[in-house]
């Protein structure tokens, strides 16, 4: 039973090792090894990259609409597969200021990091999902009442108070644009599983979310003696 315990454990911290970083832009690395090489005595963090949303963008709640900033724990929201819940957030920071990229169309824009993980419509109508800085003039969003919408101009702004809400389907409409709540990694469904317990663990107040910094940690510590 251990030995299928540790398997269990390498598998999925090698999953959340591959998805290179969380889900909001802390990346960290193991900076000295003990000398019994069995773990990490210092490590770093690089926080140069956030994969998250401005404070002004919005969700359409059952009470209405709001801004991401205002978003509590517990909101019902109204999602691709229709009625979900903001459960917690992988990232809070109202004071932090970042770039963002603005993405517009015929039908409104989604203002998102560059990191992270936005719905795409292809030529055959299949969902896809793609980070926001692999995006082109002329790639389709999803939006929430006008189904696939080409983007027409993408610009690079700054602005202050980054959020990153997670819902139980992993998935939202911002500003009325299907996005998932992941980042840095293109496969939204393998970060959906690696992020599971992050369902019942108890949300951050401000920065970015202990778990999938410790997975990181742990990736890169245990990780590398297998790779």
Known sequence: PMHLLRGCLFLCLLLV???????????CRCTKVHDSEMYCEEHTCDYETPACFPGTALL??????KMMQDLVEGDAVVGPEGKDTVLSFLHRESTKEMKFLRLETSFGLLEVSAEHLVAVSSSTKELNFKLAKALRI?????????????????TEF???GVYAPLTYTGEM??????????????????????????????SVHTGIHWY???????YDTIARYFM
């Open 17 to 27: 090792g591959t998805l290179g970083g969380d889900c909001c832009g802390q990346i």
């Open 158 to 160: 700054t602005s202050v």
């Open 60 to 65: 359409k709640t059952h009470a209405g609409v």
């Open 212 to 218: 999938p910094q410790i997975l990181k940690w742990s």
């Open 138 to 154: 002329g790639d389709n969003l999803i939006h929430s009442e006008h189904g696939s919408t080409p983007i027409t101009t993408i």
């Open 173 to 202: 409409f911002v500003n009325e644009f299907r996005v998932s709540c992941y980042a840095h990694h293109e496969n939204h469904y393998a970060s959906h599983v690696a992020l599971l317990p992050m369902r019942v663990l108890p």
